[in-house]
C-alpha cells in the first residue's frame, strides 16, 4: 500500500482531487467510485471549484455511490442521493443520469442491490474508487464480520455505525438500520483505490489496517491484498 501523509485535510483533499484530475484527464469515459461521509465533503467543494474553474470535465464521467440508506428516498435530506446532489454532483458538468446510487426505497432492496451490481459490470471497471473508513474499520457499509468475496447487498449496520449516524437525524428512531452497500468483493475490483483517513479518532483503526492482520474484524485491511491502494491520512490521523 502506498502511504501519502499530509499535514492536514485540505492537503488530503488537494491530493485526492489531483489524483481524480488524473483519472479524469486519463480516460475518454472514467468511472469513478465514490464514497459520502464527512472526510471527503472538501475535496468535492475543490472538484466543484476546478471544474468551474474549466481544470476538469466531469462531462464524459460515470459514477458509482458506495451506499445508500434504506428506508430513506432521494429526495431525503439524509440520504446519500441529497448528499451528492448538493455536495458534488449540482455544482459540476456531470450529466445527472450517469450517477448512481442504490435506490434506498426500492420496493425489492436485494433486488435493487442485483440491478445495481449489473449496472456497475455494463460500465466496466472502476478506473479510481474513493473511501473513507468507519472507526470500526468498515468500508462502504461493509462492517466487521464481511466477507472478502461480497458483492453489492443490504446490510445491517453495525451499533457503533448506527450511533456515529446518529449526530445527522432528529432521533434515534430515524436513524437507518439498514443500508445497500457496494461489497467488498465489487470494492476490490476497482483498478485503483485511494482510502481517505482523516482525523485522531481515525488513528487507532488506521494503524490495525497498516500493521494489522488481514481480517474481516476490520474490512479495511482487506485493502492490504489490493494491488493498487494510495491512502492518504493526515497527521492526525
Ligand atoms: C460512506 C461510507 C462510509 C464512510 C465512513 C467514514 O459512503 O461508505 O464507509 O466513508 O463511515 O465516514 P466519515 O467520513 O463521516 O468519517
Not at 90 to 116: F, L, M, R, S
Request: charged share 25%; aromatic share 6%; with cysteine.
Amino acid at each position: 500500500m502506498n502511504i501519502i501523509k499530509v499535514e492536514n485535510n485540505e492537503a488530503l483533499s488537494e491530493k485526492a482531487a489531483d489524483m481524480i484530475e488524473d483519472t479524469l484527464h486519463a480516460k475518454e469515459n472514467p468511472v469513478l467510485g465514490l464514497a459520502t461521509g464527512s472526510t471527503p465533503e472538501r475535496l468535492y467543494e475543490i472538484l466543484q471549484k476546478r471544474c468551474h474553474d474549466g481544470k476538469v470535465s466531469f462531462q464524459h464521467a460515470t459514477t458509482f455511490n458506495l451506499d445508500e440508506y434504506i428506508g430513506l428516498a432521494g429526495d431525503n435530506p439524509n440520504s446519500y442521493r441529497q448528499f451528492m446532489n448538493e455536495k458534488l454532483f449540482n455544482g459540476i458538468d456531470i450529466q445527472k443520469e450517469n450517477t448512481h446510487i442504490p435506490n434506498g426505497v426500492a420496493e425489492d432492496p436485494d433486488k435493487e442491490a442485483i440491478d445495481y451490481e449489473k449496472k456497475l459490470a455494463d460500465a466496466g471497471k472502476i478506473d479510481l474508487q474513493i473511501l473513507g473508513i468507519g472507526l470500526n474499520g468498515h468500508i462502504g457499509f461493509n462492517e466487521p464480520g464481511s466477507d472478502v468475496k461480497s458483492r453489492t447487498q443490504v446490510v445491517d449496520l453495525a451499533e457503533s455505525t448506527i450511533e456515529a449516524n446518529a449526530r445527522f437525524f432528529n432521533s434515534m428512531d430515524e436513524v437507518p438500520t439498514q443500508a445497500i452497500t457496494m461489497g467488498i468483493g465489487t470494492i476490490m475490483e476497482a483498478s485503483k483505490i485511494i482510502l481517505l483517513v482523516q482525523g485522531e479518532k481515525k488513528a487507532e483503526i488506521l494503524s490495525k489496517v497498516l500493521h494489522g492482520d488481514v481480517t474481516s474484524d476490520v474490512p479495511a485491511s482487506f485493502l492490504q491484498m489490493h494491488k493498487d491502494v494510495t491512502i492518504i491520512t493526515d497527521i492526525d490521523a
